[in-house]
């Protein structure tokens, strides 16, 4: 007889045990995973995982300024807000007219500057303004900077951004960062030139009635210089006399800039009427003529320096103030601030300049048709005028002063025809030509509106006349 195998229920009751086991682990594996998934996180760990902090540059301020710091609830991926200009220098170059704020710089030019001292006083990378001049464009307009320019720049930290030069009063430069390079443009500044009128009469100055009617100091001396060869402003200017001018003004962006040219001017003097218009002509000389067509300009200034007061006139008889004897006066003597300066009365070549005598510091110019003129008691020379150089009308030759025999700071002025001296006030000066005969037509053209704007600001004088 057989006995039955204990051992078979064993091994059933062990490999049940084990699936059972088997069954259990992966049971909880699987509602391990499961409760992962389904079980919420707290608001405050969502929030921390969604929480990003961004640096955001406040409108109108400059990225070099304090920036806001802000923490924003994004749900998104991360993301790096802290250069907007990154991503844009990663790929394309950027427009160079959307680059990205920077701090605003105005540098003013001071003595003895260059570009690269301005760049390195200001903390600017040279590395950017080598990147500037290698443009054509660039090197030419910067390339000469004079004390008191103004040079505009935007800046991040040490990189330059953008740089403006105004190279007039029409035309500006400007250079844009693009990528590691730059790129040059040229801005048109428009400018619109508007006629305007004015009229005086003096009591006291020529300075202080034009002051009265509104003229700057430099339209005052351009309106003396149109009638410079015949009128002697130190001398000649009585109580009484008027002047009527139109002129320009110039404004951009509706901001009045400054005066412009004067147009056409009337000047009347111890009764005596003198009129002017300006005229370019078809290639493009300027000058002013009478309403004939005749120049108002002479071969010799009236007077060889800006007007002011005179001490002592043409007289044969004088008594001369240092040496108390008849001595005669054979010139002018335009009593003005030392260092004032004196300017050729006419072209010509500068025939002596050094001391002589009572004269102290003299320049004698020849001049053509056996004219020559002579300025004395100069306290220094022009360095533009020396010995036998060529002058021209209006040049510095030289500075007032009180050298030789002289009491105050005066120039002293002769004027020579074939070695005799004439009185400079009074003596016939020879004319230039007058408008050319080809242009006569368009200078009546030209001249007969301006002139009938001079007529309607000056009814009293044309009603006298009448």
């Known amino acids: 007889m057989t006995l039955p195998d204990r051992r078979v229920p064993h091994r059933r009751l062990l490999l049940g045990i084990v699936f059972l086991v088997l069954g259990a682990v992966l049971f909880m594996f699987l509602e391990k995973a499961s409760g ?9 760990t969502q929030s921390a995982k969604n929480m990003q902090r961004l640096v955001i540059a406040l409108p109108g301020r400059d990225a070099g300024s304090e920036n806001l710091n802000l923490a924003v609830e994004t749900g ?27 701090e605003q710089l105005t540098v003013t ?19 950017d303004l080598a990147a500037m001049l290698k443009l054509k464009e660039a090197k030419n307009a910067l390339a000469v900077i004079k004390p008191g320019d103004d040079i505009q720049l935007v800046r991040r930290e040490d990189r330059v951004l953008a740089l403006s030069r105004e190279l007039s009063e029409e035309l500006t ?46 339209l005052i001396m351009n309106l003396a210089g149109v009638f410079a060869w015949d ?44 009129r002017a218009v300006r005229y370019r002509d078809p290639n493009g000389k300027v000058d002013y003529y009478t309403p004939e067509g ?75 048709g056996n004219v020559t003129t002579l300025y004395g008691h100069l306290s220094k020379f022009a360095k533009s005028a020396p010995k036998g150089g060529r002058v021209t009308q ?43 005969a080809e242009y006569r037509d368009d200078f009546i053209q030209a001249s007969r509106p301006l002139l009938a704007q001079l007529d309607a600001i000056t009814p009293t004088r044309l009603a006298r006349a009448d």
């Open 294 to 368: 005749l120049s108002v300009r002479k071969a010799f200034l009236r007077a060889p320096l800006d007007f002011s007061r005179v001490s002592s006139n043409f007289n044969p008889n004088r008594l001369h103030p240092i040496l108390k004897t008849k001595r005669p006066h054979k010139g002018v003597d335009y009593a003005a601030p030392k260092g004032t300066p004196v300017k050729a009365a006419g072209d010509g070549r500068v025939i002596f300049r050094g001391r002589n005598g009572g004269y102290g510091n003299c320049v004698i110019i020849q001049h053509g």
């Open 36 to 44: 992962t998934r389904q079980l919420p996180e707290s608001s405050a």
């Open 173 to 218: 430069l400007r250079l844009a960062r693009d990528g590691d390079s730059f790129v040059a443009e040229f801005l048109a500044n428009p400018v619109e030139r508007r006629p305007a009128y004015a009229r005086g009469r003096i009591e006291s100055s020529l300075f202080e009635a034009g002051a009265d009617a509104g003229l700057s100091d430099t």
């Open 109 to 127: 030019v001071k003595p003895g500057d260059s570009l690269d001292r301005l760049f390195r006083r200001h903390g600017l990378s040279v590395a």
């Open 231 to 274: 009128v002697d402003f130190a001398l000649e200017i009585r109580e009484g006399d008027s002047f009527s001018l139109v002129y320009e003004e110039v404004w951009q962006d509706e901001q009045r800039l400054r005066d412009g040219d004067v147009l056409a001017a009337e000047f009347v003097n111890q009764g005596r009427v003198y």
């Open 394 to 436: 209006g040049q510095v030759i030289g500075y007032v002063g009180a050298t030789g025999l002289a009491t105050a700071a005066h120039l002293h002025y002769e004027y020579r025809l074939n070695g005799v001296h004439r009185n400079p006030r009074t003596v016939p000066l020879p004319e230039a030509a007058p408008v050319a």
């Open 76 to 102: 998104a991926e991360e993301v790096d807000a802290g250069d907007p200009s990154s991503a844009a220098l990663d790929g394309e170059p950027p427009d160079p007219e959307i680059l990205p704020e920077g």
